[in-house]
C-alpha cells in the first residue's frame, strides 16, 4: 500500500480529524472510536510501515516507551485497574489496517472484555522440538 492511500498515514499526520490524546514529531496517538474499553488508544507512527516486521528498531522501542507513558497516565487520570499492549501482524492475527499500530488498552475490574486466549497442552517434546526451532538448534 502506498502512504497516500493509507488512511493511518492520513490520520497521524493531521490530514484526517480524530481525537488525539499524544503527538510527537514520530508519532499520534489517538482514541480508537471503536474502543475496548474507555480510553482504548491507538499509537500511530506517522511514517509508514506496514506492520511489526517493516518497523525500525528504534521506532519500536520509542512506541513502547510512549505506550508507557500512557499507560500511566491512564492509570492516573482515568484509574483503570490495568492496561493491554496488543498488536496484530497479518490478517491470521487480526490485522485490518496495514500501517504498524500499537492498542493501548485500560483494563477495569468486570469490564466484560477478553483479550485472552484458550491455552493448548503441547507435550513437553513438541515444546523442546518448537524451542530448538526457536534457539536455532
Known sequence: MKKEDCIFCK???GEIPTNTVYEDDRFRAILDNGPATKGHTLILPKEHYADLY???EDTAGAAIALAKKLAARMREKLHCDGVNLVQNNGAAAGQTVLHFHLHVIPRYEDDGQKILWDP??????ELKAVCGELAGE
Open 11 to 13: 490520520i497521524a499526520n
Open 120 to 125: 493448548t497442552k503441547p507435550s513437553d517434546e
Open 54 to 56: 517493516e518497523l525500525p
